[in-house]
């Protein structure tokens, strides 16, 4: 079995390989000078729009001119090489961009992130050197602007189950389907859509194609009338007998899920530094009404659970952004191993920005209500992040499984040594004593290199202490549901999101470590005293959520609530009145 270089899969295995996550990745200076004048002229534009943007979401639309604005600003060039005339940002500077849009308006943030992240991620990663001359210049002046196609009305989460077709004619392809919920639908002239390239009624062989309006064929529906992130247009499209040239294929025909699932890994550093931007601009709305509201005699600023709910937004907003900025560190460096690890920046990052909002709602009270108030438009908002791009829930079952997947394949090499051991006894108490030696490991604590930290500043010694705790907690749960369910363990979702779960705090709580620890080692241990305090806060946070989700892997009242689940299902309403 291959090592594997993503860290989440070494931890499920019960090993730390700190050099994936220390030192904590920082951006190359050039590139900071780059990102520094970008951000001082963004928020300056943006600045002029505060009050138009309240007035656009009640509209739930953007103008023109402001559309003309961000592609005069470049804002649909910032990851795109400068030689096809974009700016060349890395990850870690496109989601800190992202992060000063969403701070004042996050409609715009997806707008702009969604060309970017995802609606023409798939020629950055795959397309030929004809295809991004082609398309790219035009794509980074915004003259077209780029829509990801892959959901449809029957096929969201399960996208082997689209219904969108493609077949050959000749040297063309004929594409007919539609898609739904498309950000940008409207204002697009560039799609990359995915398609059925199989025979009838088959599941897989999925091929991606860039799909540009001018070619026929290509229409989209009315302007959603959403919940939140309403001026950002989103809309169905339509794709009827398309004739799309051959050479618009977007990597392999056949292996578009590969292609889809490669873009949201990806892009997701852009919905993360949006949801980072998010919380920023909620916590200095938070602390200034917490500061200037007087209750009691008392500024509310000054109240023990007011000051509860400020401080968990900071912990959330510190942890996340370095969860974020840990991923994008990878994608600079040109890991290609980093899946597990970006669905949980996403998971995390959406969750804390919906707590950040409804907590900052419930510090201003009444106003938070008022539409008059920014603290409404924030919550509507930041609701969508848990489902698009991979809603939550499944993403959980995908972290988790991913990770356990060594493990598994730890076991089979063992059952397989057992039964052959007898043709090949060396080989098979070979497989035996090293597990055996793993599973000791687990089960006593005891510390060996590679499953403890040594590059982490002194300071965060006991925060260090629960990591590694749990990364043996957490070794030895997906070791026991593996044994126990075998490969039905994908069919058992409750327990698998609580090792994903585990996972993901674990992950976060490694993340800010090795920031925190980068700050100690710049500026020393008393300058670093606050961000040290959040470094305990999100190490006692992991110990809980893992004790709980460890004990709750033994004993817990699934059954109970999965039979309640069905007798509503087959009643169809809740079944008990007081009358």
């Given at each position: 079995?291959?090592?594997?270089?993503?860290?989440?899969?070494?931890?499920?295995?019960?090993?730390?390989?700190?050099?994936?996550?220390?030192?904590?990745?920082?951006?190359q200076?050039?590139e900071?000078?780059?990102?520094?004048?970008?951000?001082?002229?963004?928020?300056?534009?943006?600045?002029?729009?505060?009050?138009?943007?309240?007035k656009?979401d009640?509209q739930?639309?953007?103008?023109?001119e402001?559309?003309?604005?961000?592609?005069e600003?470049?804002?649909?060039?910032?990851?795109?090489?400068?030689?096809?005339?974009?700016?060349?940002?890395?990850s870690?500077?496109?989601?800190?961009?992202l992060?000063?849009?969403?701070?004042?308006?996050?409609?715009?943030?997806?707008?702009?992130?969604?060309?970017?992240?995802?609606?023409?991620?798939?020629?950055?990663?795959?397309?030929?050197?004809?295809?991004?001359?082609?398309?790219?210049?035009?794509?980074?002046?915004?003259?077209?602007?780029?829509?990801?196609?892959?959901?449809?009305?029957?096929?969201?989460?399960?996208?082997?189950?689209?219904?969108?077709?493609?077949?050959?004619?000749?040297?063309?392809w004929?594409l007919?389907?539609?898609?739904?919920?498309i950000?940008?639908?409207?204002?697009?002239?560039?799609?990359?859509?995915?398609?059925?390239?199989?025979?009838?009624?088959?599941?897989?062989?999925?091929?991606a194609?860039?799909?540009?309006?001018?070619?026929?064929?290509?229409?989209?529906?009315?302007h959603?009338?959403?919940?939140?992130?309403?001026?950002?247009?989103?809309?169905?499209?339509t794709?009827?007998?398309?004739?799309?040239?051959?050479q618009?294929?977007?990597?392999?025909?056949?292996?578009?899920?590969?292609v889809?699932?490669?873009?949201?890994?990806?892009?997701?550093?852009?919905?993360?530094?949006?949801?980072?931007?998010?919380?920023?601009?909620?916590?200095?709305?938070?602390?200034?009404?917490?500061?200037?509201?007087?209750?009691?005699?008392?500024?509310?600023s000054?109240?023990?659970?007011?000051?509860?709910?400020?401080?968990?937004?900071?912990?959330?907003?510190?942890?996340?952004?370095?969860?974020v900025?840990?991923?994008?560190?990878?994608?600079?460096?040109?890991?290609?191993?980093y899946?597990?690890?970006a669905?949980?920046?996403?998971?995390y990052?959406?969750?804390?920005?919906?707590?950040?909002?409804?907590?900052?709602?419930?510090?201003?009270?009444?106003?938070?209500?008022?539409?008059?108030?920014?603290?409404?438009q924030y919550?509507?908002?930041?609701?969508?992040?848990?489902?698009?791009?991979?809603?939550?829930?499944?993403?959980?079952?995908?972290?988790?499984?991913?990770g356990?997947?060594?493990?598994?394949?730890?076991?089979?090499?063992?059952a397989?040594?057992?039964?052959?051991?007898l043709?090949?006894?060396?080989?098979g108490?070979?497989?035996?004593?090293?597990y055996?030696?793993?599973?000791?490991?687990?089960?006593?604590?005891?510390?060996?290199?590679?499953?403890?930290?040594?590059?982490?500043?002194?300071?965060?010694?006991?925060?260090?202490t629960?990591?590694e705790?749990?990364?043996?907690?957490?070794?030895?749960?997906?070791?026991?549901?593996?044994?126990?369910?075998?490969?039905?363990?994908v069919?058992r979702?409750?327990?698998?999101?609580?090792?994903?779960?585990?996972?993901?705090?674990?992950y976060?709580?490694?993340?800010?470590l090795?920031?925190?620890?980068?700050?100690?080692?710049?500026?020393?241990?008393?300058?670093?005293?606050?961000?040290i305090?959040?470094?305990?806060?999100?190490?006692?946070?992991?110990?809980?959520?893992v004790?709980?989700?460890?004990?709750?892997?033994?004993?817990?009242?699934?059954?109970?609530?999965?039979?309640?689940?069905d007798?509503?299902?087959?009643?169809?309403?809740?079944?008990?009145?007081?009358?």
């Amino acid at each position: 079995m291959s090592e594997s270089t993503s860290f989440m899969r070494r931890l499920c295995m019960g090993e730390i390989n700190e050099d994936l996550v220390v030192p904590f990745p920082r951006i190359q200076p050039e590139e900071k000078e780059t990102l520094e004048s970008v951000l001082t002229s963004l928020g300056q534009m943006l600045e002029s729009h505060t009050s138009d943007f309240a007035k656009w979401d009640r509209q739930g639309e953007f103008p023109a001119e402001f559309i003309a604005e961000l592609k005069e600003f470049g804002l649909f060039g910032l990851v795109i090489p400068e030689q096809y005339g974009g700016l060349g940002l890395g990850s870690t500077a496109y989601s800190r961009t992202l992060q000063e849009i969403a701070k004042h308006d996050a409609s715009a943030a997806v707008t702009v992130g969604a060309h970017s992240s995802i609606g023409m991620r798939g020629l950055l990663l795959f397309g030929t050197d004809e295809q991004k001359q082609r398309y790219l210049p035009k794509l980074a002046t915004g003259e077209m602007i780029a829509a990801f196609c892959l959901t449809e009305p029957g096929s969201g989460s399960d996208a082997a189950s689209i219904k969108t077709r493609a077949h050959r004619d000749g040297d063309d392809w004929i594409l007919s389907g539609e898609k739904i919920w498309i950000t940008d639908g409207e204002i697009a002239d560039f799609f990359t859509v995915f398609a059925k390239t199989g025979k009838e009624g088959e599941r897989g062989k999925i091929s991606a194609f860039l799909v540009t309006r001018d070619m026929g064929g290509v229409s989209h529906g009315h302007h959603e009338d959403k919940m939140g992130i309403r001026a950002c247009p989103t809309n169905s499209v339509t794709f009827d007998s398309v004739r799309v040239p051959g050479q618009n294929l977007l990597g392999e025909e056949g292996k578009g899920f590969k292609v889809a699932m490669n873009i949201l890994n990806s892009g997701r550093t852009g919905l993360g530094g949006g949801s980072v931007g998010g919380m920023k601009k909620l916590i200095r709305l938070a602390t200034e009404q917490a500061s200037g509201r007087v209750q009691f005699g008392k500024k509310i600023s000054e109240f023990g659970l007011i000051k509860k709910k400020v401080g968990e937004m900071i912990i959330d907003c510190y942890s996340a952004e370095a969860t974020v900025s840990m991923v994008a560190g990878l994608v600079d460096r040109g890991d290609d191993e980093y899946a597990i690890e970006a669905a949980i920046s996403k998971v995390y990052s959406t969750e804390a920005l919906w707590r950040t909002a409804d907590e900052a709602l419930q510090i201003a009270g009444g106003n938070g209500f008022m539409k008059e108030f920014p603290y409404e438009q924030y919550v509507r908002d930041s609701r969508i992040n848990r489902i698009f791009e991979g809603t939550n829930d499944i993403l959980r079952l995908f972290i988790a499984l991913s990770g356990m997947d060594d493990v598994g394949q730890a076991l089979k090499e063992l059952a397989g040594s057992l039964r052959g051991a007898l043709s090949d006894p060396i080989k098979g108490f070979g497989v035996f004593q090293k597990y055996a030696l793993h599973r000791a490991s687990l089960a006593t604590g005891i510390r060996r290199e590679q499953r403890s930290f040594s590059k982490l500043a002194k300071e965060l010694e006991s925060q260090q202490t629960v990591f590694e705790w749990g990364t043996r907690e957490l070794a030895a749960s997906a070791d026991k549901l593996l044994r126990r369910h075998g490969a039905k363990i994908v069919d058992r979702q409750l327990a698998t999101a609580r090792v994903a779960d585990i996972m993901i705090h674990l992950y976060v709580l490694a993340c800010t470590l090795s920031r925190v620890s980068s700050s100690i080692a710049a500026q020393g241990a008393e300058k670093s005293l606050r961000e040290i305090q959040i470094a305990a806060a999100v190490a006692s946070r992991t110990e809980r959520v893992v004790r709980v989700n460890v004990s709750e892997i033994e004993k817990n009242a699934d059954d109970q609530i999965k039979a309640l689940a069905d007798h509503a299902f087959e009643a169809g309403k809740y079944s008990w009145d007081t009358i």
